[in-house]
Nanobody, 120 residues
Framework: QVQLVESGGGLVQPGGSLRLSCAASGSINSIWTMAWYRQASGKQRELVAGITRGGSTNYADSVKGRFTISRDNAKNTVYLQMNSLKPEDTAVYSC??????????????WGQGTLVTVSS
């Protein structure tokens, strides 16, 4: 069994910064990709940023230049540094991991989500 635990959400003023963390634990052999998704109220979930084990990244156009995704493979942890936050960034942010377990099964795992609210 594999779990993802997120932290770092909260209330921030427009133009401010937050850093989200997501730590994976459990029966992990290797994590291939890790990503952050978000879902605003009344909208579909969208990919915010993703990162491969080798460090290749991709971003939604709406966050390019403002958000940075990174990971620490030794800690099975992914981070999302969010700068210049806008009210439209308000959403529940969820972590996603695609991995192989210790018994070599392919798993896709989701975190429980953390709320980010950008408001004055």
């Amino acid at each position: 069994q594999v779990q993802l635990v997120e932290s770092g959400g909260g209330l921030v003023q427009p133009g401010g910064s937050l850093r989200l963390s997501c730590a994976a634990s459990g029966s992990i052999n290797s994590i291939w990709t890790m990503a952050w998704y978000r879902q605003a109220s009344g909208k579909q979930r969208e990919l915010v940023a993703g990162i491969t084990r080798g460090g290749s990244t991709n971003y939604a156009d709406s966050v390019k230049g403002r958000f940075t995704i990174s990971r620490d493979n030794a800690k099975n942890t992914v981070y999302l540094q969010m700068n210049s936050l806008k009210p439209e960034d308000t959403a529940v942010y969820s972590c996603n991991a695609k991995l192989s377990s210790t018994d070599y099964r392919y798993l896709e795992v989701w975190g429980q989500g953390t709320l980010v609210t950008v408001s004055s």
